[in-house]
């Protein structure tokens, strides 16, 4: 299938999730990225959840991290120029919805691309050979093109991986694992 065919599919297949749906396959995700092999690091990187795009509740992840005493670092887009400025998350960090329902940090302590260890990425979809399907702005391509080649990127999924994606671009950024409930891919 192609990326815009994909995101028909499992946009309808979101819109289909109830709320305790969403939770309880969030919670199954967080318990299966307790097995990666990825927790030494320091910098992680984590999306905030579009609550109106059913997106996983990613709460759980932040326990964790907060848990193990990470630094957490959160995004704010530019819609003008398809760039994501990431932020240290604090005590003191005020968040805001943009206009798209995204929340995002007001400010704050900015965190170059290249301190990122680990970036949980959101995605609608991805494939066996660790390709995905976004919402097709490509603000996490570019994000994840400025960062070191050795950050490990973690797609995040409700579903399972599509056999292949069709219509890939050369600036496409292949994911090192995706974690769905059931079961953890490596790419």
Not at 1 to 30: F, G, P, V
Not at 103 to 121: K, L, M, R, S, Y
Not at 174 to 182: D, G, M, Q
Request: charged share 25%.
């Amino acid at each position: 299938m192609t990326k815009a065919e994909l995101r028909r599919k499992y946009k309808s297949l979101r819109h289909h999730l109830t709320q305790n749906d969403i939770d309880d396959l969030s919670l199954a995700i967080a318990n299966q990225l307790l097995k990666l092999p990825v927790w030494e690091h320091s910098f992680y990187h984590v999306f905030l959840t579009i609550v109106k795009q059913k997106e996983i509740n990613t709460d759980y992840i932040l326990n964790i991290l907060s848990g193990k005493d990470k630094n957490i670092v959160i995004s704010k887009s530019d819609f003008n120029t398809g760039l994501m400025t990431n932020y240290l998350l604090t005590d003191n960090t005020v968040l805001k919805n943009n206009a798209w329902g995204i929340p995002e940090p007001a400010g704050g302590i900015e965190i170059e691309n290249q301190a990122i260890d680990v970036v949980f990425v959101p995605l609608l979809a991805f494939d066996k050979q660790g390709h995905r399907v976004g919402y097709g702005k490509g603000f996490y391509d570019t994000f994840l093109s400025e960062c070191n080649s050795d950050t490990v990127k973690i797609g995040l999924s409700f579903f399972e991986a599509e056999d292949r994606i069709d219509g890939l671009y050369d600036t496409d950024i292949t994911l090192n694992y995706c974690v769905t409930p059931k079961q953890i891919f490596q790419f």
